[in-house]
């Protein structure tokens, strides 16, 4: 019973390292964000692809979406970062072979979003452009598009918190972001429990974070318009809006 | 000179021989827009067997008949929303369409015959990410290309007519079933369409919304505006149709002017008027 371990739990090492943990946290936002905006327009890209009236583009789409979609982030870094060292002779950074990895996976998840959202937005949307004798490129930008955007904005988010999770195996290429850095402190002091505990505190905080930032943006795209931020965005077209109706 | 008066003269008797509807429309007017021959087939049945159809400046065509007997399909292979399998349709002088095999002739491109038409869904079809003012300006804006604001302006005058001013910044969920379909009339209206096209613009109503609706058509109507109305409303029908249409299965099986529900003798179409009325 003496032999029993005292547990010694050293939680001050998560105050001590903030500064490194909020930095391995921002890496970690960082590369997921520069991912998430590349893979957005790759997405949308294949998105478009796969509902061509070309079966070709639909079969180019299709065998990428199926391809990427099956393969983990940890395969999917190390085949950037060393096999394409290795194939072509090119050296990535880990911060770009971060993004690239991310981007290969997640653009595919995005091209079958913004399908379905595309797909979701009723015909009669389409056929009121097109007998307005508006071109397909105005049809696309100010008709489907806005309300596709919509549909697919809450996907999008749960898809950003899956990147900034998916992070955490770059550590096997040397990306500083937070398991890095917990792992270096660990190396050091021996604490896993405590540090890989506030490793999913600070995730969680993260996906909040996101979800938070997320809804706002939502809230942009949803009519008729709501909340304050975009009240005070529409302000002044309201007000000339406002000047015609007393005008006429 | 002379010898083309005749040819007209003969032309026309001939006309009228074969579709007495036109006996009353003036005929020295030529057709704002034809349809020939058109055909459509959805998949391997066809629904519009070769239908034949002018619609002469400022006059009125009410098309009418059961329900899946190509009504709306007509209306649609007007702006070439639904492409005809074959048949042209003619626009003052142009062509468009897919024509007739082995016949070919220039073509004008389908977003040119549509700047020119205006439709009105059943469905009002209205955006529902914009306010009823900017789904107006849109158009306006991305149609005719003015700047914003005189799309704006444009449009302001546009509901004003339709008299929704006061309701320009309501987005399309926040208005009752007949303010949308009478914002759907300001935006087609607001490009200056030649002609304009209504599918069932009432069907979807509520039955105390149709008389805004109508009323706003019959507004538009008495400018001289030249109007296809695909309608169930038999009373609006009888009141400002020129040229009555009655389809069944594909086909126009009876026509007059505009005293055809009073003077039709086809049983089939009297049937039909007697199951509506
Ligand atoms: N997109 C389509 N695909 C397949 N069949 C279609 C399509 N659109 C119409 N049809 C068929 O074509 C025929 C004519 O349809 P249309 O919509 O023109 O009839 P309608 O006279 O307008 O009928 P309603 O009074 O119900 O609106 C119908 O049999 C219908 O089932
Ligand atoms: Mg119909």
Redesign the pocket.
């Known amino acids: 019973m003496e032999d029993t371990p005292r547990l010694n739990f050293m939680w001050h090492l998560v105050w001590d390292f903030r500064a490194e943990l909020l930095r391995g946290l921002l890496t970690a936002f960082e590369v997921a964000i520069t991912a998430l905006i590349l893979s957005l327009f790759v997405g949308l890209l294949f998105a478009l692809m796969k509902m061509s009236r070309f079966a070709i583009w639909r079969g180019i789409a299709s065998t990428y979406i199926n391809i990427f979609r099956g393969i983990p982030a940890l395969v999917s870094v190390v085949w950037v970062y060393f096999g394409w060292s290795l194939l072509f002779g090119y050296n990535f950074t880990v911060y770009q072979a971060g993004v690239i990895a991310l981007t290969l996976l997640y653009s595919s998840f995005f091209a079958e979003i913004f399908r379905s959202a595309l797909e979701a937005v009723h015909k009669g949307q389409r056929e009121a452009g097109q007998a307005l004798g508006m071109s397909r490129l105005r049809i696309f930008r100010s008709v489907v598009m806005p309300q596709a955007l919509k549909i697919a904005i809450p996907n999008i988010g749960s898809m950003y918190i899956g990147m900034i999770k998916d992070t955490s195996t770059f550590t096997v290429i040397g990306l500083a972001e937070l398991v890095f850095v917990m792992q270096s402190i660990n190396a050091e002091y021996f604490q896993p429990f405590v540090l890989f505990t506030a490793a999913a505190g600070l995730y969680v905080a993260a996906a909040f974070l996101v979800d938070f930032v997320f809804r706002i943006v939502e809230g942009g795209f949803s009519y008729p318009k709501v909340g304050r931020v975009k009240r005070f965005l529409t302000r002044r077209k309201r007000a000339q809006i406002q000047r015609l109706v007393d005008a006429n | 000179m002379f010898a083309r008066r005749t040819t007209r003269k003969t032309l026309a008797t001939l006309h009228s021989q074969l579709i007495p509807a036109y006996a009353s429309i003036p005929l020295y007017m030529s057709a704002l827009i034809s349809l020939r021959g058109i055909r ?1 087939s ?2 391997t ?1 066809e ?2 067997h070769g239908i034949n159809l002018d619609v002469y400046p400022g006059s009125h065509t009410v098309i009418f ?12 292979s007007m702006n070439l929303l ?1 492409e005809p399998t074959e048949g042209s349709v003619i626009f003052e002088g142009v062509e468009y369409g897919p024509g007739f095999p082995g016949a070919a002739t220039a073509r004008g491109k389908k977003i040119e015959l549509r700047r020119q038409v205006g439709m009105v869904f ?1 469905q009002f079809n209205l955006f529902p990410h914009l306010s009823a003012i900017d789904n107006i300006a849109l158009s306006v804006h991305a149609v005719t290309g003015k700047s914003k604001d005189e799309a704006l302006e444009r449009a302001a005058q546009e509901l004003k007519n339709v008299g929704l001013l006061k309701w320009a910044m309501n987005y399309p969920a926040q208005l009752s079933g007949g303010q949308q379909q009478r914002v759907a009339i300001a935006r087609a209206l607001s490009l200056d369409p030649k002609l304009m096209l209504f ?2 613009p009432t ?1 979807a109503l509520d039955p105390e919304l149709v008389g805004e609706v109508l009323a706003v058509m019959r507004q538009f109507a008495e400018t001289g505006m030249t109007m296809v109305v ?1 309608t ?1 409303e038999m009373g609006f029908a009888k009141e400002i149709g020129d040229q009555c249409i009655f ?1 069944d299965q ?1 086909y126009i099986a009876d026509s007059g002017g505009a005293d055809f529900f009073d003077t039709c003798t086809n049983k089939r179409t009297k049937e039909f008027i007697g199951s509506v009325l």
Do not use: I
């Open positions: 459509k959805f998949g049945s629904v519009l008949g059961p329900s899946g007997s190509g009504k709306s399909t007509v209306l649609r639904e059943q599918d069932e069907s695909v169930h389809m594909g």
